[in-house]
């Protein structure tokens, strides 16, 4: 499978491409696997990968391959395929059916120069693992062979669109590139530097808090990449999905993994593409869609959408607590559910606090969760902000969580440091710029028209998870290095749990939300992170 032709490909020299065709299934695509390496390190690079704007390869070769022992890898060429000793695995998994034999082989897989559009596809699945490029740390106003890093769909490129598609994105990015110094300037004025920081540090928060603030101006199309890890049977769902997808590019990448998976993992993969098993299964999920889809448009012909808050408690059980206090208890009886919801019903106020405190325990950081009695309690919220947020919170993959398609509808808000750096305007006219091309690319290229909305347009979407889920997600994503987009939404959430939902003991042992407003967003990470980095050194 060849790779895209708008995908920019790295040359390497003699020397670099003999040590990599030990490690990768390709040198030259968008879509390898990683092997006949250590799982530490594999999951080291991914753990670099996510802030840094090299390609795995290039990150490979440059700040890992000098610190490993390669002499014995000498006869390897996994640009080859892999030879596996795969009977028993055909026997069992492809001939019998056995699905859980693909859960006991997995694989690192790079999908690098993918959109933002595809990126949120290819996170879909919840048994996997994912890191993606941060528009907190990489800037997006360096250029990828001379281009700016953006998706050039072959079949917009060839239409009477294409030439107007490429030349708005390019003024999209030229305005991104002119705001990041002026509102880093601006960010120096409002947050000066402590004597106690170093300039490193220093430098670190402003440059984070500027590129948090500019990043809405990005369209959907803007280039990522994203380290996967996942077993056989979630690349065969993943798989089966992408196939069925409206979008172009989901259906080029799936064919690309499919075949580096096969290098590794074949015997898991075969049913993909034969048409009596995974082709009837994607014809299944595409005929579902299409067939919803038609109904849902002459339900709601002409409606618009209802003015609501951005984040909307629309589900929760009024009785969750006397349910979670049950919960928490029955593991330590031999009594009925019943029986004991029904005197959790008759305990008194001090009674459930101190079985709450039992249960939650000395919480010394918020990484101490307490147990699954949490899981009993459902909250459903109906979210609508900006894209650039849902990108941080989609990845929770542990809930359910279902998004409309991205479009300009919904309006954007600018933030506050770019107003403050009198880029207002600026900001508008990109804004503006990038509605107009999605209007015009709306008809022709459905699926598509998401590569033009910039990230500060707001999309909607609904998450549904139980209360010790909403635990990990409300604390991790309001911790004051957050950006503030998501932390507002999760701050929120919190607040409805409590006051609306009446969940107080349950918001109270969530005891990590952050409710403050910092400045420097990643000031106190970085200073964390520079101490480590001093104690490792010394």
Known sequence: MSAPATYHREEWTHEEADVLRRYVTNLDGPVFALVNLPEVVK??????????????????????????????????????????????????????????????????????????????????????????QSTRYIAYDARLGGRYRFHRDPEILASPLGTRYVGDMDRLFDAYAELVPEVQDWCREQFPKDPGDSDFVYRQSIRAKALDAVRGILPAASLSNVGIYGTGQAYEALLLRMRAHPLPEARAYSDLMLAELRKVIPSFLKRVDLPDRGGAWSDYLRGTREATEEYAAKLFLDEEPAAVPEVSLIDWDPEAEDKALAAMLYPYTSLPEQQIFDRVQRMTADERMGLVRAYAGDRSNRRHKPGRALERVDYRFDICSDYGAFRDLQRHRMMTIEWQPLSPRHGYDVPEPVQGAGMADRFHEAMHRSAALHDALAERFPAAAGYAVSLAYKVRYVMHFNAREAMHLLELRTGPQGHPAYRRVCQEMHRLIDEQAGHHALAAMMRYVDHTEPGLERLEAERRAETRRQSSSS
């Open 43 to 132: 999951g080291a690079l991914f753990a670099r990968y996510s802030r840094t704007h090299k390609s795995l390869r290039r990150l490979f070769l440059d700040e890992f391959v000098g610190e490993l022992d390669i002499e014995g890898d000498l006869s390897i060429d996994a640009t080859v395929g892999l030879e596996r000793a795969e009977q028993l695995y055909d026997k069992v998994f492809f001939e019998y059916g056995d699905d859980s034999v693909a859960q006991l082989g997995g694989v690192h897989l790079a999908c690098e120069q993918s959109s933002n559009l595809l990126t949120k596809i290819l996170e879909w699945g919840r048994l996997m693992a994912y890191l993606e």
